[in-house]
């Protein structure tokens, strides 16, 4: 079935080389899942070369995982690793036809750093931004080309999780907009087309809940039982949890930015920025995933 708004395929742009700005977690995931579903080269750059050998050193241990769980051949392991290259000359994205960003969520940052790469890529290459709640359209607003610009929206953990939100501003071109969507489905997931407002369909809601979780530990109920109280309800994870996995210091941004653009609808916790300071609200094992909240792994009690 053809998405909601979703112009011809025919418009769409081949994609043969990869640029990922940014090296954290969030591009680290989704630079694996280009490697593995478009089989490309894929370059990832980053401030320094710590940050980029971190995020290579992230995709090759992932690489190993799916070969050892059989998910992959040793053959299409050692493609993979062959393919990825870490580097902080920008100059190797220059033959790149989708360079996607994941760097810190700040307007100002986001948009220099398209404004720095756009000179040296290729002009028919399609940008595009992971941004969660910034607008499209002004993280596009120092580019020669803003039409060529789209967000790709991924959500956490990449792998598994099965949407993408694909966000249309009001400069984007059809030829844009078709190759972000027939790259979604190349990446085997499923894309929506949003508009350009603050935290376009997901994260508009996730921060009612998540927000309101706050709201009631600020006011006094202990995080426990607001996760407690949460577990009827059938979510695959307890708002502690959730915070954690988006990460504390990304989650209160996210509330922020919400906030910022609507603050009668949207709450800001200051205690969320608090405890962001801590690192995370939970206990992990040594593979960084939470341990079960039912096991009693909350650390730090918030209420
Ligand atoms: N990183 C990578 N992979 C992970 C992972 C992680 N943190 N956590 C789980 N997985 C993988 C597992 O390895 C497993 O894969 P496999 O089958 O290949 O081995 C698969 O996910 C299922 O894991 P589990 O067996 O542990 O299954 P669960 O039933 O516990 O499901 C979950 C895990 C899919 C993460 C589920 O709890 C879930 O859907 N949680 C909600 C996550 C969510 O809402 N994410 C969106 C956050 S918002 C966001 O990202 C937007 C941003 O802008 C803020």
Redesign the pocket.
């Known amino acids: 079935k053809k998405p909601a708004g979703a112009p011809d395929k025919a418009l769409a742009k081949p994609v043969t080389k990869v640029g990922v700005l940014g090296a954290g977690y969030m591009a680290s995931?989704f630079a694996l899942l280009f490697l593995r579903r478009l089989q490309v080269p894929v370059v990832i750059t980053d401030l320094d070369q710590d940050r980029v050998d971190k995020g290579v050193a992230y995709i090759t241990g992932e690489i190993d995982t799916l070969l050892g769980?059989g998910?992959i051949s040793s053959d299409e392991a050692n493609r993979l690793k062959a393919l990825v290259h870490g580097t902080t000359d920008k100059s190797e994205f220059a033959d790149c036809d989708w360079v996607i960003e994941a760097v810190f969520e700040e307007l100002s940052i986001k948009q220099d750093v398209f404004a720095e790469i756009e000179p040296i890529i290729s002009p028919e290459a399609v940008l595009a931004t992971n941004t969660?709640?910034l607008s499209v359209e002004e993280i596009g607003a120092k580019l020669a080309h803003p039409e060529r610009l789209v967000g790709f929206?991924?959500?956490?953990?990449v792998?598994?999780?099965p949407l993408i939100e694909v966000v249309k501003t009001g400069k984007t071109d059809d030829a844009t907009l078709s190759t972000a969507m027939v790259t979604a489905a190349k990446l085997k997931k499923n894309a929506v087309i949003t508009a350009d407002t603050p935290g376009f369909v997901?994260?508009r809601l996730?921060a009612v809940l998540l927000g309101e979780a706050m709201r009631a530990v600020d006011e006094g109920t202990p995080f426990e039982t607001v996760d407690e109280a949460m577990a009827p309800l059938g979510l695959?994870?307890a708002p502690s949890v959730?915070l954690d996995?988006?990460g504390l210091k990304?989650?209160a941004h996210?509330l922020d930015t919400h906030h910022a653009a609507f603050p009668d609808r949207f709450y800001r916790s200051e205690k969320l920025h608090e405890l962001a300071d801590y690192g995370t609200l939970l206990e992990k094992d040594d593979k960084g995933?939470v341990k079960g909240f039912d096991k009693g792994a909350l650390k730090i009690i918030a209420g």
């Open positions: 995931q769980k998910r969660s709640s929206h991924f959500f956490t953990p792998a598994v999780m997901v994260n996730l695959p994870m959730l996995l988006v990304v989650g996210v995933k």
